[in-house]
């Protein structure tokens, strides 16, 4: 077991903090399905992570607008699943190929001003299969999905799960560990909720090694029903050795 409290003590010496990453992540799914589950991302349906596999990918952005001329940010991990962030300007409805390729893309937000349609990353071309979207206006990705670095150990402290008023769903988070190329998901945790906002604890964290995959996923009674869930994650940097107070 983890003492989760010794691991986030920001008091102790500058050695020990740089050990510690912490990451918070939030998705969000505007219209659950009653008949399969599906993974909290605004783009709907669930991930595709088969589309990741083989070696890294091209990655391309384009905007459903083509006033969309501003800057977008995507952080990923490499082909050796190595954390990278690139900053790249939008073409509008025009696909941009991003500079580096991945073989995740964690997170992606814009800046210049409110983007005026959704935008897209898609693999391999502008028409290729998407992995994350930014909705209209937003300017950040929703996806309630992560993938840990590598040379990084991930202990999940809590989640949240979250559905508004005549809504509902059941939420499980599955983990697929290894970073194979055909994941094997399994069922880690799950929660039941009604019109109703609910913060599960994991009291002494649940430890994840590097290259596993997270997808939170849920099914609904009431097809259409929204989910948003939290969740917050704290990274230990396995290159750097632990220097007590």
Request: without cysteine.
């Amino acid at each position: 077991m983890v003492n989760i409290k010794y691991l986030i003590d920001v008091n102790g010496t500058s050695e020990r903090n740089y050990l510690l990453h912490p990451v918070h992540k939030f998705g969000f799914n505007p219209a659950l399905a009653s008949n399969g589950y599906e993974t909290i991302w605004n783009t709907g349906g669930l991930y595709p992570w088969a589309s990741w596999a083989g070696a890294a990918k091209a990655i391309f952005a384009k905007s459903a607008e083509g006033a969309d001329t501003g800057e977008i940010t995507v952080e990923g991990l490499d082909g050796n699943y190595n954390k990278v962030t690139e900053t790249k300007t939008m073409t509008g409805a025009t696909a941009v190929q991003l500079s580096n390729t991945y073989k995740r893309i964690t997170r992606a937000s814009y800046t210049g001003s409110a983007n005026a349609g959704d935008i897209t990353l898609h693999i391999g071309s502008g028409t290729g299969t998407v992995v994350a979207t930014l909705e209209a206006g937003l300017g950040q990705t929703q996806l309630g999905i992560y993938t840990i670095p590598a040379g990084f150990t991930a202990y999940l402290l809590n989640y949240t799960g979250s559905v508004g008023k005549n809504d509902d769903a059941t939420l499980r988070l599955f983990t697929a560990e290894g970073g194979v190329e055909v994941q094997d998901f399994q069922i880690l945790s799950e929660i039941k909720l009604f019109e109703s906002t609910f913060r599960q604890e994991l009291a002494f964290g649940a430890k994840l090694p590097e290259k596993t995959d997270i997808d939170f996923r849920a099914i609904t009674a009431s097809a259409g029903s929204e989910l948003i869930v939290n969740f917050e994650l704290m990274l230990i940097d396995e290159s750097r050795e632990y220097i007590p107070n």
